[in-house]
């Protein structure tokens, strides 16, 4: 029996507010334990909510980005619950008229197909505080700096086939929600988080199976192997004649565990209505209007236009153009460069390669764009050799110049390109090849090209790297065949 794989996802995105959704205090990371929690998020009593503008402007930037309706009006409701951090006894969230309607999103496979996955909608929600069990003995600690942040829950159709179309999914959410700027897409300070929705089910049959759903993912390596896990196990559990129960469960990454954390009959009962709090939100044709036309550029688009603007391929464009600060990087030292094939091949090399080994990312890298683009400008016009370029870019990093062009000042890098100082120096190299030269010399022609190879390896080894190569293999030609 061959099984196919069914997978959905919910996904928690953290919009990228300076305040709370419903409340005045800071949403931002890292703050000491209950420091930005104010009477709002704590639900104390006779405390009012006041929905925060921004945020609603974000889900409506998220709907705009995957093509979805706009629902005019919304409306928020107490889902009811006790934890404890959870103060107010409820989350405000949206349930039956949520804010951004069905929309889709385009994956692209490794393989190069790509797959329409279909949103069902995405609703507006506020965060839960966070319980802490790890520093406290016998007792959880409670820090609800995190209650009220607000969030997005996106939710897609049943529409993914495989891990690797689920995490091709999330990535592509990423790009979104990260280039559009409503999401800061820092996975590791939980800012998307994923639950995983799978079941399996003979291969042609059309219903679908039993699913469980895990919860609360926070990598794209996680989430994988999270998938690959539970399809194997709801498979084994088939196979030996048992059944796959609707459960909540949860994935452990650093141990690879995974357990049940409460089954569909244990779930809660929310009592969801609507909050008296918070009027119903209607939004006017002419916001989503202004919203639309302030649209930053989506990844897709800002790929096509490196692809047809500059000139980049297929698999530059799509490296350059998902992670938005890379793109504006990018951009910003083409402009300088003046040549976007070269700029990318240094990003793409030179440039990832230091700032992974440093553990960098782009937006800290000592190398700014406009650093960048002037080495590559000086290695467009000859100045530099490849070679000699990787010093400069070296000294940048480490500090020692504010240009390229002051580092090739200050360290007499500059390419060699007077005609007669090349002319001396390959002179003095076929002195000390005579043999060599004969030997170039009585070969047939179409072998000659190869031949030359050693006499510039010669000239540039004689010129520490910093003779024009150009000039060197001209110059050499005329030499040897006169
Ligand atoms: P509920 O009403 O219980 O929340 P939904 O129908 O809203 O369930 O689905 C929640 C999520 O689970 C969605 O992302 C949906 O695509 C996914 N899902 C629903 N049924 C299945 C299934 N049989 N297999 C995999 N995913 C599913
Ligand atoms: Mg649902």
């Known amino acids: ?95 039956e008229k949520p804010i951004v309607g069905a929309g889709k999103v385009d994956i692209t496979l490794a393989d190069g197909t790509t797959k329409t996955v279909r949103v069902h909608h995405a609703h507006l929600e506020e965060d839960a505080g966070k319980s802490l069990h790890e520093d406290f003995h016998g007792m959880s600690g409670i820090d609800l700096n995190r209650a009220g942040t607000p969030l997005i829950e996106i939710v897609t159709e049943p529409d993914m086939r495989s891990p690797e179309e689920a995490v091709a999914f999330a990535k592509k959410l990423h790009a979104i929600v990260s280039s559009i700027g409503i999401c800061d897409g820092d996975l590791s300070q939980g800012s998307m988080r994923f639950d995983v929705n799978i079941s399996v089910r003979p291969q042609g049959q059309s219903a679908l199976g039993t699913r469980t759903e895990t919860k609360n993912l926070n990598s794209f390596r996680f989430m994988e192997q999270a998938i690959n896990k539970e399809v194997e196990r709801q498979i084994d559990l088939i196979e030996d004649g048992g059944k796959v129960i609707q459960e909540t469960r949860l994935y452990n990454g650093d141990t690879g565990e995974a357990r049940s954390m ?27 209007d202004k919203l639309k036309a302030a649209m930053p550029e989506l990844p897709e688009a800002r790929k096509a236009r490196f692809i047809s603007e500059l000139g980049l391929g297929d698999y530059d464009a799509d490296s350059l153009s998902a992670h938005r600060p890379t793109a504006d990087y990018f951009e910003a030292a083409v402009n300088v460069s003046g040549d976007a094939k070269l700029t990318a091949n240094w990003m793409m090399g030179e440039l990832a390669k230091t700032l992974n080994q440093a553990g960098l990312t782009i937006d800290d890298s000592p190398v700014s764009a406009t650093m960048l683009g002037g080495l590559v400008a000086r290695i467009k016009d000859n100045t530099l050799s490849g070679k000699i370029a990787k010093q400069v870019f070296e000294a940048l990093w480490q500090g020692e110049g504010q240009s390229a062009d002051e580092v090739i000042e200050k360290k007499g890098l500059k390419q060699v390109t007077d005609t007669a100082v090349i002319d001396a120096m390959i002179d003095e190299v076929l002195a000390n090849c005579t043999q060599q030269v004969e030997q170039y010399r009585a070969a ?34 005329q030499k040897l065949e006169g």
Not at 79 to 88: A, G, H, I, S, T
């Open 1 to 95: 029996m061959t099984w196919e794989t069914v997978i959905g996802l919910e996904i928690h995105v953290q919009l990228a507010t300076n305040t709370k959704i419903f409340s005045g205090a800071s949403t931002a990371f890292g703050a000491a334990p209950n420091t930005q929690a104010c009477a709002v998020d704590l639900g104390l009593p006779g405390v009012l909510p006041v929905l925060n503008e921004n945020a609603v402007h974000k889900a409506i930037q998220f709907g705009l980005a995957i093509d979805a309706q706009i629902n005019q009006e919304n409306v928020f409701e107490r889902k009811n619950y006790f934890y404890p951090d959870l103060p107010k006894g409820y989350q405000t969230t949206q349930l």
């Open 262 to 288: 409460r089954s569909k009959e244990e779930a809660n009962d929310y009592r969801y209505f609507p909050c008296p709090d918070l009027l119903p939100v209607m939004i006017e044709e002419s916001l989503i």
């Open 444 to 477: 047939p022609a179409e072998k000659r090209g190869k031949m030359i190879g050693f006499f510039v390896g010669q000239c540039m080894k004689a010129s520490k790297g910093k003779a024009n190569p150009a000039m060197v293999n001209k110059c050499l030609k």
